[in-house]
């Protein structure tokens, strides 16, 4: 399986994101809102960075930081790990895993065109298995319709 057929699952008009100078409170508010762990961090619709959860706790809340005087330029992650929409869900998931993120956007030819979570690989990896069990035992009781 690869990420264009994540995305394709996903609703097509949901990246959620902010500017540089909104306040990390504001991002905080809108990641509980939708129940999300990251924000992507656009200028001018380019990718500028990301401001995760783990941004929040590490560059925030320990260096006393005030949620509400802090701008997500100053927390933000600017070294921004992407994938594309070709990737295979095993890559994401070793890039995943080997660099502590849960987040990846995905980009092509240098335009963002969603974001894939640990959450979309695992439930992704858990259907192929759902599937691939389902056709083995549809084999094996000689019914290839069941």
């Avoid at 092509?108 to 298995?129: K, P, R, Y």
Wanted: charged content about 20%.
């Amino acid at each position: 399986m690869r990420v264009h057929q994540i995305l394709a699952n996903k609703p097509i008009d949901t990246i959620w994101h902010v500017s540089p100078g909104t306040s990390m409170y504001e991002a905080l508010e809108i990641m509980a809102e939708h129940n999300i762990g990251a924000l992507l961090v656009l200028e001018n619709q380019e990718l500028v960075g990301i401001f995760s959860e783990r941004d929040y706790a590490r560059k925030g809340i320990l260096k006393g930081r005030a949620s509400k005087d802090t701008l997500i330029k100053d927390v933000m992650t600017s070294r921004v790990i992407t994938v594309s929409t070709e990737h295979k869900i095993e890559e994401c998931m070793g890039i995943m895993s080997e660099k502590h993120i849960r987040h990846l956007p995905v980009v092509n030819d240098q335009t963002l065109v969603g974001i894939i979570s640990i959450n979309d690989i695992v439930s992704a990896i858990i259907w192929e298995q759902k599937a691939h069990i389902q056709s083995l035992e549809s084999y094996i009781s000689g019914n290839p319709y069941s």
